[in-house]
């Protein structure tokens, strides 16, 4: 009777841990989602890089032109579209639509940023695995 006691009381344990490093998780994803939007609404660049995976900055590095050119931009809108989780919840796959101002043309455009988010076990934080956005992407 006490091996079964403590058989169950074991298995509530693990399923309990199970559960709170769940809710950890998609309470990180939410956390790193809204800090990321508040970055990006407040078109600070260089803190948004921050976010990107180092890996995939290995394969995708960010040049200073493109970095030159971001900040040419104002974001004045943010608004979220689609937001799919991939992989078994650990990534998650974001459609926003960005409306930024060009401060030297005066002029407002809407582009699609794909967003691409996967949560790294070893660095306990969910990482961009996608650049950032491209202003020079054609108006839709």
């Known amino acids: 009777m006490k091996l ?24 990180g994803l939410s956390e790193t989602l809204k800090q990321y ?7 600070q660049w260089d803190a948004a ?7 995939y900055l290995e394969e995708h590095p960010i040049s ?7 900040r040419l931009f104002r974001v004045t809108q943010y608004i979220l579209r689609s937001s799919t989780p991939v992989d078994g919840a650990k990534g998650l796959i974001q ?15 809407t582009i699609t940023y794909e967003q691409n988010w996967q949560y790294d076990e070893k660095r306990d934080r969910w990482l961009l695995h996608s650049g950032l956005p491209d202003p020079t992407q054609r108006d839709y």
């Not at 939007?37 to 078109?43: C, F, L, S, Y």
């Not at 459609?95 to 455009?109: C, G, P, T």
């Open 64 to 70: 200073r032109l493109e970095m030159d050119r971001l």
């Open 49 to 55: 890089v921050d976010f990107i995976s180092p890996e």
């Open 95 to 109: 459609m926003v639509e960005l409306r930024i101002f060009n401060k030297n043309q005066a002029r407002e455009r």
């Open 37 to 43: 939007e508040t970055i990006v609404r407040w078109a």
């Open 4 to 27: 079964i006691l403590r058989t169950i009381t074991m298995l509530g344990l693990a399923v309990l841990l199970l559960g709170c490093q769940q809710t950890k998780k998609s309470k």
